[in-house]
């Protein structure tokens, strides 16, 4: 399964295009550990952790892009907001499924470190969707959708694995996305915070691909 990250290209230089390339460099399609889980393999373990790993961040109600939208920190966002929430809730639904279908967390050593470190991960979203500096929670609710395209692989070969069917995602249509962005970052100022809010993602999630990385290797699964 491959994984498309091309630029959209809305404009010269734009907060989008910005975002993106921090994306590739550093979201979760570059990560090892995720390419592995995609690529398939004989330990349905690492499938299994993923998913209640990626249950554990992003599957609570009402989710970061929500709180985002309710703190309305960046009033001109509400819109493209609104519709990003709506779809994320619909993912987070078949993140649940998923859970259900792939059995009970796997046994691994050092557990309880792994769930303070998953506590870690969440808490670390939730401080970004309540940031006060404008475009900060802006970005990170972008970069979520943009790295959701990776992760949602991950999603998809865990369905295809345990038998769920695979509903089709109802994010904001890309173009939207990058357009708007694109015009939520014109000024220099919410361009820059909007491009942290996305860089502080991008670094949760590598963190969660490396944490799990550790925990199938201390399975003996890698």
């Known amino acids: 399964m491959m994984i498309s990250n091309a630029v959209t290209l809305v404009g010269p230089a734009s907060a989008w295009d910005a975002l993106v390339r921090l994306g590739e460099a550093d979201g979760s399609a570059a990560h090892p550990h995720m390419l592995r889980l995609i690529a398939g393999g004989p330990a349905q373990r690492n499938l299994s952790d993923a998913v209640h790993a990626l249950c554990a961040v992003h599957g609570h109600h009402p989710g970061m892009i929500a ?8 009033s001109d966002a509400v819109a493209w907001l609104a519709t990003a929430a709506a ?4 993912e987070r639904a078949y993140l649940a499924q998923l859970t259900a279908a792939v059995g009970p967390l796997p046994s691994t050593p050092g557990q309880a470190e792994s769930e303070l470190a998953l506590v ?3 808490h670390a979203l939730e401080m970004l969707a ?20 990776a992760i949602r692989c991950v999603l998809d070969a865990a369905a295809e694995r345990f038998g769920v069917a695979m509903p ?18 014109a000024s220099p100022s919410c361009e820059r915070a909007i491009l942290f809010g996305a860089q502080q993602l991008f670094a949760q999630h590598r963190g969660l691909w490396s944490l799990l990385e550790a925990r199938a290797s201390a399975r003996g699964d890698l």
């Open 130 to 149: 309540r940031s006060e500096r404008t475009g900060c929670a802006t970005g990170a609710a972008a970069a979520l959708i943009h790295d959701w395209k």
């Open 120 to 122: 870690g991960e969440r």
């Open 87 to 90: 779809g994320f809730a619909g």
């Open 168 to 185: 089709p995602s109802t994010f904001p249509p890309a173009s939207e996305t990058a357009s708007s962005i694109a015009r939520l970052g």
């Open 67 to 74: 709180d985002v939208l309710a703190r309305g920190v960046q």
